[in-house]
């Protein structure tokens, strides 16, 4: 009602109805480092810079080792089934929220054929989990 | 707003911190039955470890597990979750043995029912267990033996020990209800366990059975039946098939028993006019409790027996009206709408629930004894009548016609989870949850 009466006033907010739309459509992606305790499948994570994971309880870790096998936490999986079973256990969970932690030494490749079949099942946020750079390197920079 | 959300949560540490020690040791800090918003807590429950190698063992583990979940669920309070979702493989006994709690957490499950399955010699072992995932604690941890027909009983009674851990009170897992049923062409009395499983016929007549009601101890039955001609009512031990029939000129219905008591109060019309009286279980008179020219019906008692509800035209339409049996005092409780009828008093004797007609429809209405509310718990699903709460005070048991034929449906007090009770054949009505029966 108070627009058309005076429609020539400037409309000072922002319209936030397109970037929910993105926010929807992609997966979003971020990076956390492992702390030391992480227990679970032995891989070797690459080395960055990057914000702490914290440690939740119901934290969903999906691993990939050197011979590429994958696994939900430490319940092993084959990549054919690991969309269905994601959707079934996203169904039970309050957040979409997963981590994959890749072994430093897998194939680009085969990360991202993961990664897609963990956005197929309806996963919103992915947190890349690396390790904090070790302190002898920092010492050469 | 942020100072307020800073006190709040002050508030609530505070709260949290003095409730902690008391509520944690009591053990029930898991389903605050008091809160209308209740969550349901995501539980899951993996088929049962086999330990006998055989198929009978495997199914058994199997089905019993389902019907773990199922009887679990009946209360309203969980969410089962998909097994497709548990990150164990087939046959593992990863959830028998070493519980990774964090495989169960990651998939949202809060608590966990892990079990294994014995069979030698056509008796059943069965050891069951209930997890806090969070936690990593064990709540309740049962081995039972039996014979294999008693599966149904060792899975009912293990319920009830994990609601007691989460409630803190016993739950309805040996309870009972009864119903009138057109199953064999008549109305006649049936019993069937609270979920609707192995009902029974109990009355066998040519005549119509209507109006059952539990004595507080489970024992007995009273109803009202025309088996000679005219409603008299009938007053059934029921284990011994023995008791009385109180056969006045006139009607002689809706019996209701007085909590603790060998004693009822009904609807007698000997006077010319239907008046409810207390009767002892042998059918003598004891008093008068209504006097008022034109119908009073339908007595409920309140659960400490000082009071009861009823019903009665004095103000012209069918409403809903309160005596204090100790001061003699009579109230009205329901104004709202112009036909209110089936009193029914919550266990926790603090609402009352009724059906009411509006617009020609019957729906079920819950309202406070000092009449707040009323709230309508059924809306747009035909005829919604004779509500019976659960003696846990959790669930309502009633009438509805939402199908076509009148059958039976159970929802929790919140009028949430709205389910058809059983599958029979013909219109089943005027449903009465029986009190527990441990003592039975």
Redo the contacts between chains.
């Keep these: 009602m108070a627009l058309e009466t005076n429609s020539d006033r400037l409309m000072s907010d922002i319209n936030v109805t397109p970037f929910v739309d993105v926010m929807l459509v992609l997966l979003i992606i971020f990076m956390v480092t492992a702390p030391m305790m992480m227990q679970g499948v032995d891989v070797t994570l690459p080395q960055t810079t990057s914000e702490p994971l914290i440690a939740k309880?119901?934290?969903?870790?999906i691993t990939i080792n050197t011979k590429n096998q994958i696994f939900?936490?430490?319940?092993q999986i084959g990549l054919d089934n690991l969309q269905?079973?994601l959707k079934?256990?996203l169904?039970?969970?309050?957040n979409r929220e997963v981590y994959l932690r890749a072994d430093q030494d897998i194939s680009y490749g085969f990360v991202v054929r993961v990664m897609a079949e963990i956005k197929a099942a309806g996963v919103d946020k992915l947190g890349m989990v690396t390790e904090p750079i070790h302190k002898k390197k920092n010492a050469k920079q | 707003m942020k100072n307020y959300w800073i006190k709040l949560f002050g508030l609530t540490l505070t709260l949290s911190i003095l409730a902690a020690p008391r509520v944690y040791s009591a053990g029930y800090d898991y389903i605050d039955i008091t809160n209308p918003f209740l969550k349901k807590i995501p539980i899951a429950v993996p088929f049962f470890k086999p330990i006998s190698t055989d198929t009978a063992t495997d199914q058994l583990s199997k089905k019993a597990s389902d019907l773990l979940a199922e009887t679990l669920a009946f209360t309203g309070y969980f969410e089962i979750l998909n097994r497709k979702a548990f990150l164990i493989g087939p046959g593992s006994d990863a959830a028998v043995a070493n519980v990774n709690f964090h495989n169960w957490t990651s998939i949202g499950a809060e608590l966990l029912v892990t079990g294994a399955v014995l069979i030698e010699n056509n008796m059943i072992e069965m050891e069951l267990r209930l997890y806090d995932t969070f936690k990593e604690k064990l709540l309740v941890g049962k081995r039972y033996k039996g014979y294999i027909d008693d599966q149904r009983k060792i899975i009912r009674r293990f319920c009830d020990e994990a609601i007691y851990a989460l409630t803190g009170r016993r739950g309805i897992f040996d309870t009972e209800i009864a119903f009138i049923s057109t199953s064999s062409g008549v109305k006649q009395l049936y019993i069937c366990d609270f979920d609707g499983y192995n009902p029974r016929r109990i009355t066998h007549t040519n005549s119509i059975t209507l109006m059952p009601a539990w004595s507080s101890d489970g024992k007995w039955i009273a109803y009202t039946s025309y088996a000679r001609g005219k409603p008299d009512l009938y007053i059934k031990l029921l284990k011994e098939k023995r008791g009385t029939v109180i056969s006045k000129t006139g009607l002689n219905i809706t019996p209701a028993w007085q909590p603790n008591e060998f004693a009822l109060a009904a609807t007698l019309s000997f006077s010319g006019d239907p008046e409810i009286y207390l009767l002892t279980g042998a059918g003598k008179i004891i008093k008068r409790l209504t006097y008022n020219k034109g119908i009073d019906v339908s007595p409920a008692w309140s659960p400490d027996g000082k009071k009861i509800a009823f019903v009665s035209r004095r103000s012209g339409t069918p409403q809903i009206y309160i005596k204090d049996l100790g001061t003699g005092q009579v109230n009205r409780l329901t104004f709202q709408g112009n036909y209110n009828t089936q009193p029914s008093w919550s266990p926790r004797g603090d609402k009352l629930a009724y059906s009411g007609m509006e617009n020609g429809l019957n729906n079920i209405f819950l309202i406070g004894i000092d009449g707040k509310g009323p709230i309508q718990l059924t809306n747009n699903e035909g005829d919604n009548e004779a509500p019976s709460w659960s003696p846990d005070g959790n669930l309502i048991v009633f009438s509805s016609t939402r199908e076509g034929p009148s059958k039976i449906y159970v929802m929790t007090s919140y009028g949430t989870d709205q389910r058809k009770l059983l599958d029979m054949k013909g219109q089943q009505s005027e449903p009465e949850w029986s009190p527990r029966m441990t003592d039975r």
């Design positions: 309880k119901e934290n969903l870790i939900i936490n430490d319940y269905e079973k079934n256990i169904e039970g969970r309050e």
